[in-house]
C-alpha cells in the first residue's frame, strides 16, 4: 500500500492525536489498597502509568502510605510528583525537565533506578540502599539525602542541602553546590568549582578538583585529596587517622611527639616533649599556617600535682600546643613536683589528641616516669615491760 503525502500526513497527526490521548495526568488514588504501582485499580484512569505521562502520587489522607515499584519493567515518564512514600525495589523510572518532585513523603531506592533530567527540584528526602540514582544539570535535591549503598551521578549545577554517604559512590560534575555534606564510607568524586559550607568527613576516599571552596571541613578519618593549587577552606579541623594531601601548594605535614628522656626525679626532675610536622618522608618541615595540637595528658601521674606543665607556645587552660607558621616544631616541660608520699614510680603520658592544619602521625604518644625519692615507711613495734611483786599478787 502506497500513501500520498496527504495521507501520510494525516497518519502522523493520528499517531500523535493517539499518543497525547494515552500520555496524560494520572492520579494516585489507592483504590486497590494493595499499595502497588502496578495495580490499575490503584490510579484515577483506572490504568497504570505509561511512558509520557505526568504522575501524581498526593497525600490525600492525612497518613502516608508506601507505593512500590517492583516489576522490573522500565518507564520514561513527563513529570512525577510525590508526597507518599516511593518505594523502588527494581526497574527504572526516568523522568523529563523543569519540575518539582515532591514536597513531602520519601523516595527508596533499593534495586531500582530513579533518573530525573535537568533542572528537577526535589524536595523528598531520599533513602538509597542498592541501586542508582542519575540526575541532569541543575538538578536540585533539598530533602535529606542518605546513601547506603549504590551510586549516584549528578551533572553540572547540582544544589545539595544535606547529603550523607555511608557506603557506595557519588561522582558529581562541576559547580556542585553542598550545605551539608557528611561522608563516613565509600567514594567521592567532586568535579571543579565545588562549594560547600559544612563538611563532615570520618571515612572513606574523597577527591576533589580544582576550585573547591569550603566554609567548614571536620576531617577525622578516611582519605582527602584536593586539589593543590585552588583549594580554599576557611576552618578546618582535622584530628584522628585522617589521611589528607593537596591543600594549598602545601601538603599537610604529619604531627610526631617525643619526650627527651624517659624517666625524671620526683624532685625537680624535667623533661621536654616536642612536637614536630614532617613531611611525607618523614622529615621535619614547616607549614604554610599555624598548627595547633590540643594535647592529652593521662597516666598513672596526675598533672599539677605529680608534675607541673610548661611551655612559652602551650595554653594551659585550653592544653593547646601552637606551632607558628614557619616553624616546624613547639615543645612542653613538665617537672616533677616533690611531696612526702611515698608513692612508688608513675607515669607521665602526653598524647595528641587533636590537630588543626595538620594530621596526626606516628608516634603520636610519648611516656616518661617519674621516679619517687620518698623512701617507703617502716613499721616497728616495742613490746612493753612491766614488773610485778608476786607477794602482792
Known amino acids: 500500500m502506497r500513501l ?5 500526513f494525516r497518519l502522523v497527526l493520528g499517531l500523535l492525536f493517539f499518543s497525547a490521548a494515552f500520555a496524560s495526568a494520572i492520579t ?5 489498597g494493595d499499595g502497588s504501582w502496578h495495580t490499575a485499580s490503584n490510579w484515577d484512569l483506572n490504568r497504570v502509568p505509561t511512558g509520557g505521562d ?12 508506601s507505593i512500590t515499584y517492583n516489576n522490573g519493567a522500565s518507564i520514561s515518564l513527563g ?10 525495589s527494581s526497574g527504572s523510572i526516568s523522568t523529563g525537565n523543569n519540575y518539582i518532585l515532591g514536597n513531602a513523603g520519601k523516595i527508596t531506592i533499593a534495586g531500582g533506578s530513579l533518573s530525573v533530567n535537568q533542572q528537577v527540584e526535589i524536595h523528598n528526602a531520599i533513602l538509597m540502599t542498592s541501586g542508582s540514582l542519575t540526575t541532569g544539570n541543575g538538578t536540585q535535591l533539598l530533602g535529606a539525602v542518605t546513601i547506603q549503598g549504590g551510586s549516584v551521578s549528578m551533572q553540572n549545577g547540582a544544589e545539595i542541602t544535606s547529603f550523607t554517604l555511608e557506603s557506595g559512590s557519588i561522582s558529581l560534575n562541576q559547580n556542585a553546590d553542598f550545605e551539608t555534606f557528611i561522608v563516613s564510607s565509600g567514594s567521592v568524586s567532586i568535579g571543579g568549582n565545588a562549594l560547600i559550607t559544612n563538611l563532615q568527613v570520618t571515612g572513606g576516599s574523597l577527591s576533589f578538583s580544582s576550585g573547591t571552596t569550603i566554609t567548614n571541613a571536620t576531617i577525622s578519618g578516611g582519605t582527602v585529596a584536593f586539589d593543590n593549587s585552588s583549594t580554599s577552606i576557611t576552618n578546618l579541623t582535622v584530628s584522628g587517622t585522617a589521611e589528607i ?15 627527651t628522656a624517659s624517666s625524671i626525679a620526683e624532685d625537680g626532675g624535667s623533661t621536654t616533649y616536642t612536637v614536630t610536622l614532617r613531611d ?6 614547616t607549614y604554610t599556617a599555624a598548627v595547633t595540637i590540643t594535647l592529652g595528658f593521662s597516666g598513672t601521674a596526675t598533672s599539677a600535682t605529680d608534675y607541673t606543665i610548661t611551655g612559652s607556645s602551650y595554653n594551659a587552660a585550653t592544653n593547646v600546643l601552637t606551632i607558628p607558621q614557619g616553624s616546624t616544631s613547639a615543645s612542653v616541660t613538665i617537672t616533677g613536683n616533690s611531696d ?21 602521625g606516628d608516634p603520636y604518644a610519648a611516656t616518661v616516669t617519674v621516679t619517687d625519692n620518698d623512701a617507703a615507711p617502716t613499721v616497728t613495734f616495742s613490746a612493753a615491760t612491766q614488773t610485778v611483786d608476786v607477794s602482792v599478787g
Do not use: M
Not at 4 to 8: F, H, I, K, L, P
Not at 245 to 259: D, F, L, M, P
Not at 353 to 358: D, K, P, R
Open 54 to 65: 505526568t504522575v501524581v502520587i498526593s497525600d490525600g489522607t492525612g497518613a502516608q502510605v
Open 4 to 8: 500520498s503525502v496527504a495521507g501520510a
Open 280 to 285: 611525607s618522608n618523614g622529615n621535619a618541615a
Open 245 to 259: 594531601s593537596g591543600i594549598g601548594v602545601v601538603a599537610y605535614r604529619n604531627a610526631t611527639i617525643a619526650a
Open 28 to 32: 494516585w488514588d489507592g483504590s486497590a
Open 79 to 88: 513529570q512525577i510528583t510525590n508526597s507518599e512514600n516511593l518505594i523502588l
Open 340 to 360: 612526702v608520699l611515698h608513692e612508688g614510680s608513675e607515669t607521665a603520658v602526653v598524647t595528641l589528641a587533636s590537630i588543626v592544619n595538620g594530621s596526626i
